[in-house]
């Protein structure tokens, strides 16, 4: 195959988490008397990270937070986000199906924004956390996406673990939103969209938009490095 790697984004992409996030997010600042909108949360807050996120926000409305109030947040955040993973599956209908068989064809990553716990506790439950060779969480990188820092990270690790030369130009990121995407492209590789969670009008970097993971081949990656 002409396609190299491929790296995933987790949120969105593999886990339907997005929804939950959104709720967990909701609670911890309603208990500081802060409403988030969902319209407010998609728009504007999606592509950071947790930390990245609370400090978005409290720029935006000016409320000041210092770094002891935003660790704070975030804690209360991933108790109530766990509270919900606990109470049932996340994962997009095809994603297990799409990771076995990408990894049985190339070596494959995650970069997300998201907590390492949380992702190991989902691919783990889903029988597939060894198929992953490298996983780049939230905190691993000094910049969030849409900075390049997570894919060139993902990426570097890849070659690492590959046995032979990566070229960023044939590995495939696969994204959600326009800022994992910028990421993604600000890192050299090319870029795939998947519609979970925008419509495609707004995924500008992707060369191929789908509908998730279900509706994705690896010919179809393969072709699009080839190009």
Request: contains cysteine; glycine residues 10%; aromatic residues 8%.
């Amino acid at each position: 195959m002409t396609l190299q790697a491929i790296i995933f984004d987790f949120d969105g992409v593999i886990a339907d988490s997005e929804p939950l996030h959104l709720r967990a997010f909701q609670q911890a600042l309603g208990e500081h008397g802060i409403f988030l909108s969902r319209d407010e949360y998609f728009s504007r807050y999606l592509g950071y990270d947790d930390v990245g996120a609370f400090k978005a926000l409290s720029r935006d409305r000016g409320l000041g937070m210092n770094e002891r109030q935003v660790a704070a947040l975030v804690t209360l955040k991933g108790v109530k986000l766990q509270e919900m993973m606990r109470a049932g599956d996340v994962l997009f209908p095809g994603a297990i199906d799409f990771i076995r068989a990408s990894a049985a064809a190339v070596p494959i990553a995650i970069a997300s924004g998201a907590l390492r716990h949380e992702i190991d506790e989902i691919v783990e439950a889903a029988g597939v956390a060894s198929l992953f060779s490298a996983i780049v969480a939230s905190g691993d990188t000094p910049e969030s996406k849409p900075s390049p820092a997570p894919y060139r990270l993902a990426f570097e690790r890849l070659r690492e673990v590959a046995g032979a030369p990566l070229e960023a130009g044939r590995c495939v990121a696969i994204e959600d939103s326009r800022w994992g995407l910028e990421s993604a492209q600000g890192a050299g590789l090319r870029c795939v969209g998947v519609t979970n969670s925008y419509p495609a009008d707004e995924l500008g970097p992707a060369e191929i938009v789908v509908e998730g993971l279900h509706a994705l081949t690896l010919d179809m990656l393969d072709e699009l490095v080839s190009r």
